[in-house]
């Protein structure tokens, strides 16, 4: 869904208030724009002038009472619908009572403090999000289409109207097989019964059992001509999240689809806290390369995928990194740690870089020759020395191997070859790059002595 700038009224006779109240809510909430104005007089002609999000006001101003105010923006036909929050220090027994009648969304008691009033909008917002989203609406009745897509549009909705099932299959098919399409359908609104070979009802139970849409990731709302029971268990069994009938109440309509849309808010909201815990887990926090259970996980699918051959596993070794730890400290052994990684992540952008443990990181490198895998190694061998990371002077060795030369190797096994050719550079030396062969662990050919 297409986040949108968030914009309030904030609605105060005292000039301090407004200033803190609108200081807030900058500092709380991303992508927000804030009007201000004294008196109800002002707040009818900006509502008159504009559309808002969220309007909050003084329960007294200097002109009018907050109750009217409420009164006159529930009767204006641009924000009948603008959820109201009612900010004072002292909610009386009338404020109770009267509040709903009024029009009254919410009410937040000043006294709780300036802080909490940032929290509580935000918290308001967030389960009272702005209409935003993609609609697919199906509906064959042209005189019932043009009334339901001009209420939809009005509330600042995207409509894509057709008139057949089979026609909204044909778009739901297309967003299917491209993840990253565009501007995707949040949310389908479809008449149960429709002309054509496939019923509204045909459509729901494609989108679940076809598509295999959850109702959380793509919502479904039905429009039925009746309401008896058993066209309703037939709309939930086929799939659907909620139904309402015809004639169409604009408020009924939009407060179903507020709460969906929340739903498919929500679900993204999930999918993406789910994404970032994924990448947490398989990102080395300190060099930002992947991390030791990410080469585990995957690391055997990819070499053994016959579009990534010849496949070379590399191992790297910082030389005398003990020695860094010990005489310069371990922060400046993270510091040498966390360019390395950048190095590599640099060096090797379409490769498997892992931090493999300690000071020791493996790069799973594809579609490469000999040549070019010694040729890889030696310009980071070189590169290496240059880059003095934190200003500590570095070498580093490693060891190189091959699924072409070691067919059938694991993972393990693929690692394991690299490893001896790693402890074959460091017994050689150390700061060069040793292969295993088929025929045996060698130097580098290329590397200068």
């Not at 803190?20 to 809510?25: G, Q, V």
């Not at 329960?59 to 006159?72: F, I, Q, T, V, W």
């Not at 790297?316 to 371990?330: E, R, S, V, Y």
């Not at 700061?431 to 025929?439: A, E, G, K, T």
Request: a negative charge; one cysteine or more; charged letters at 25%.
């Amino acid at each position: 869904m297409t986040e949108k700038t968030t914009r309030i009224l904030v609605v105060d006779g005292s000039t301090v208030s407004r200033q803190i109240l609108s200081r807030i809510l900058q500092a709380e909430i991303n992508e927000i724009e804030i009007d201000t104005c004294k008196t109800g007089k002002e707040a009818i002609q900006k509502l008159q002038k504009n559309n808002y999000d969220l309007i909050t006001m003084a329960l007294m101003l200097p002109d009018m009472d907050g109750m009217a105010l409420c009164r006159d923006v529930r009767a204006s036909k641009n924000q009948k619908y603008t959820p109201i929050i009612v900010v004072s220090g002292d909610a009386d027994e009338r404020l109770l009572q009267e509040g709903f009648k009024a029009g009254v969304t919410d009410y937040f008691d000043k006294s709780n403090g300036y802080k909490a009033f940032g929290d509580f909008i935000k918290s308001f917002l967030q389960r009272n999000a702005s209409l935003v989203g993609h609609v697919l609406f199906i509906e064959d009745s042209k005189t019932a289409a043009a009334v339901i897509c001009k209420i939809l549009e009005k509330h600042g909705l995207k409509v894509t109207h057709t008139d057949s099932a089979e026609q909204a299959m044909s778009l739901l098919e297309k967003q299917h097989s491209d993840e990253k399409v565009a501007d995707a359908f949040d949310l389908v609104i479809t008449d149960f019964y429709l002309k054509g070979d496939l019923t509204g009802g045909d459509l729901l139970y494609a989108i679940r059992t076809r598509f295999h849409y959850s109702q959380q990731e793509l919502p479904v709302l039905v429009i039925t001509g009746n309401d008896d029971q058993k066209t309703q268990v037939e709309v939930f069994h086929a799939g659907g999240n909620d139904f309402v009938t015809k004639p169409i109440i604009e408020e009924v309509i939009m407060a179903r689809i507020r709460l969906l849309l929340l739903i498919r808010h929500q679900f993204e909201a999930l999918k993406q806290q789910a994404e970032s815990m994924r990448w947490i887990a398989s990102t080395d926090s300190l060099t930002g390369v992947r991390s030791k259970r990410y080469l585990v996980d995957n690391g055997e699918e990819f070499i053994q995928n016959s579009a990534n051959q010849p496949v070379w596993a590399m191992l790297i070794d910082i030389d005398f990194f003990k020695k860094i730890n010990d005489t310069l400290g371990h922060i400046t052994g993270d510091h040498v740690l966390a360019e390395l990684g950048t190095k590599l992540k640099l060096s090797f952008p379409n490769d498997m870089v892992v931090r493999f443990g300690g000071e020791e990181f493996s790069v799973l490198i594809l579609n490469q020759t000999q040549e070019e895998a010694l040729q890889k190694a030696e310009t980071l061998r070189r590169d290496i020395e240059k880059l003095k990371p934190a200003d500590v002077e570095l070498t580093i060795s490693i060891g190189l191997a091959s699924m072409q030369d070691h067919p059938e190797s694991s993972l393990s096994q693929i690692l394991a070859f690299a490893d001896k050719a790693l402890y074959h550079s460091k017994e050689t030396g150390r700061n060069r790059v040793s292969i295993n062969l088929s025929d045996g662990i060698k130097l580098s050919p290329l590397h200068e002595s």
